[in-house]
């Protein structure tokens, strides 16, 4: 595959070559996965695999298989306490009802993309196939196809960043590339237009993670965001 861009027809994904039917056409690493909250206890948190052999004792959200054990450390401790937030207010909700039903599986992935944002930003990069080059997933998500908030999703969205507040303006100050006067920008109107950048991305280009050997009705596991596959899949003019 190649991208190109024409004036009639916008952004575009062309065939470098004729293609049969079960060809692998793309394969790409998901930024962060979420999984639906019946699969927090049986399915890795980083990979979806069942061969989970521990628990955050913290969040209780997260798994381990032994493979992304290492990452317990390097990438989920930055998001435990947010994920901690999130759980608590789901376990006790404002009693007048604003905040559920509520699609946690799409919150749940936007607290772990905004949670991971500093240590990503140093470390961690997705490789570019056109150019073999690498570029920071948060610098590309603008590009992505951003869909509409439902009115009553961005009400929700208030009450999970505030909740969270505390720990994404930590989070974002321990970044030690931002000065004093940069940590003090981390205000509520901040964090709610970064995770509105996110969650508007999920809602639009987020892919169902499955497990096709269950049956049917049974085969989805949560959500990930897919840099590439997420912009070919909706590139537009």
Known sequence: LTAAATVTKG?????????SKGDLLMECRAIRIALDPCRWTTNCGFCAATNVTAHCSSCQV???CEECWPLEKTSHDQECHA???FVELLQNPPSDGSLLPLDVTSHLLTIRLLACIPADTKT?????PDTNTTTNWWTLLPY???????PEELE???IIVA????????LMASDTTNNDQDVATYTTTFLQTQ??????????CSHAITDLSLPLGTQTLGRALFWHHSFYNHACS
């Open 195 to 204: 995770y509105e950048t996110l969650l508007s991305r999920i809602l639009g």
């Open 144 to 150: 992505l196809y951003a869909s509409t908030i439902p």
């Open 83 to 85: 994920l901690r937030c």
């Open 163 to 170: 909740a969270c507040q505390k720990t994404f303006t930590a």
């Open 156 to 158: 929700k969205s208030k």
């Open 62 to 64: 997260v798994g381990f």
């Open 11 to 19: 952004i575009q994904v062309i065939a470098t070559r004729p293609l």
């Open 124 to 128: 961690l990069s997705s490789s570019n």
